[in-house]
């Protein structure tokens, strides 16, 4: 066919492959154009009409033209956008059998982690006071009522540190950064929790022994001591008194004494030094009334005591 020139063009066919990504590749079928067309034949031949074959293998589809037009039986439509929607989502979404998963779903778990306590930190409306009361420590927190929504928090955060503590971190430089930050996030509500825990504590001993110095100075103000007391028969020391109307006052004044002592005890211990100060002065105060007591009660049995045996002397 030395009378017609005809050029080739390969053709190309596109696909989304899983990652969103164009690949291109060689079709098989070849499109052949005419390059030149010769004159028409005198004789009417059909040898003028051209034919086209359009790029999908297989395809029977086959376009008759006329010489200068072309014109595609059944063009092939543009894909919807729903298909590229759903491409680019799946895109998105980790393979299961990408080496990375287990990073992505570890740093998504550190997020929960941090998100949760986030959530626990704005939620939480500390209380105004605790009860620090029968407890050694204010370290120590009693399971009462008043001290119920900072112990749960207090659970919480703890349990957000567990929980963060389970997660792996498959030696990742950046996961273990990100498991640093949350870890120290936590470690810093928990310090403020125990900041908080302590002003309250320092408040509670401050009330509660500021109390107890007052019913210490009215309980001394307000006694009398008697001139004279009553002793038990069988009394050989001067320590056993009777239970007689007389001796009431100074029996109820003495069981106060050490009530007072006892609730003293009962006040929980911090290491401030006024704190400290203020303790060991109502407990000494507590201590030199005692002393008081016993002495007065001791000097009115030997002055009975003497009284007696002088009084037998002369007999």
């Known amino acids: 066919m030395t009378s017609t020139q005809r050029g080739q063009v390969q053709g190309w066919s596109t696909d989304i492959n899983r990652n969103g990504t164009h690949n291109f590749t060689k079709s098989s079928p070849q499109i052949e154009l005419p390059s030149a067309s010769p004159a028409p034949s005198s004789s ?31 063009p092939k439509p543009y894909p919807k956008p729903v298909l590229k929607y759903r491409t680019l989502h799946v895109a998105n979404t980790p393979s299961p059998f990408d080496k990375n ?9 550190i997020d929960s982690v941090l998100h949760e306590l986030v959530t626990c930190i704005k939620d939480f409306k500390p209380p105004s006071e605790l009860d620090f009361a029968n407890a050694a ?7 009462v009522k008043k001290n119920k929504s900072f112990v749960d928090q207090l659970y919480r955060l703890e349990k957000l540190g567990g929980k963060l503590a389970e997660i792996p971190i498959h030696g990742d430089a950046q996961l273990m950064d990100k498991h640093d930050v949350t870890s120290a996030a936590i470690g810093r509500a928990l310090s403020r929790m125990e900041e908080y825990q302590i002003k309250l504590g320092m408040k509670f001993i401050w009330t509660a022994l500021d109390e107890l110095a007052i019913k210490v100075h009215n309980c001394i103000e307000a006694f009398v001591y008697p001139r004279q007391l009553d002793f038990a028969e069988d009394c050989e020391d001067g320590m056993l008194l009777a239970k007689t109307e007389r001796n009431g006052p100074f029996i109820y004044q003495l069981r106060l004494l050490v009530s007072f002592r006892e609730e003293l005890l009962g006040i929980p211990e911090y290491d401030d030094e006024r704190l400290e100060d203020k303790r060991w002065a109502i407990g000494d105060e507590i201590e030199r009334n005692i002393d008081r007591m016993k002495s007065h009660q001791l000097d009115s049995y030997r002055y009975q005591l003497r009284n007696s045996t002088a009084y037998r002397a002369r007999l």
């Open 137 to 143: 420590s204010i370290m120590e927190l009693a399971k």
């Open 101 to 109: 998963t287990p990073k992505i779903a570890a740093s998504a778990a």
């Open 44 to 74: 009417g031949s059909s040898s003028s009409a051209k034919s086209v074959r359009w790029g999908e293998s297989g395809s029977d589809k086959e376009a008759r033209t006329s010489p200068g037009s072309y014109s595609v039986g059944s």
